[in-house]
């Protein structure tokens, strides 16, 4: 049985390709604007949907898509209790956690580990012998950029590609060292807190503002970027 996962980001809509319960292709980025096209629907019988959008926003995207298919939802069959997260309330523990608890569990045996996703909202998320520890959610980079701008008279800019460190010397320089230097600091103030009280946490990262990261981390964690698809890969061989 061939599927076509989903996942509705806050930003993008991404999408992938599973044929015998495999990771097959990364599509990518597609636009959930227009159905998807013909040549791509034969290629899948099924859709399983990972969405941090409402019920009622994903429901009425994928109806955009014109998909004509059986659609699961990750929420269908993979409560928040079956990746040991109890009791955490309303909005519900994200669909895209639970995949990613799901994929630690199939590629490692560690009691501890943590996993840090950089998108346009970041989370991280922290287990501890089969429960769930403790997360925090935080604004990705790009969304500083732009909520600074909006919020304030700051002019509004585009973050760099690379990192801005050092003292600013223009009021762009300075946002863009103040906003890059704080958010590593927060990144790494946060991991700090879970690594005072836990011994031997294994730490991933995934998303899509991993490179930009990657120097100041990279001894830190280990990067797995298509973290959410093995998430996808292990449910789709339970179901």
Known sequence: MSWLGLDFGSTNLKAALFKNNTLYKKIGKIDFTEPLPDDLKDEFDSVLVSSSKSEGTTNALIGGLQLNKKIITVSDILTSEDVCVHDYGEPAFGEDRRLYFLAMKNMISDNNFGVISFGTVCTLSVWT???????????GRTSIYKTLGRATSLPE?????????????????????????????????????????????????????????????KDECVNEPDLLWKGMEALISKI
């Open 129 to 139: 012998k089969d429960t769930f520890y403790g997360g925090n959610l935080f604004p």
């Open 157 to 217: 800019i585009e973050p760099n590609v690379e990192m801005s460190f050092g003292r600013g010397s223009s009021c762009v320089s300075s946002v863009r060292s103040g906003i890059d230097m704080g958010w590593i600091a927060m990144i790494k103030e946060l991991k700090s807190l879970y690594d005072s009280e836990l011994d031997n946490i294994t730490w991933f990262v995934t998303g899509g503002d991993y490179n930009c990261v990657a120097n100041h981390i």
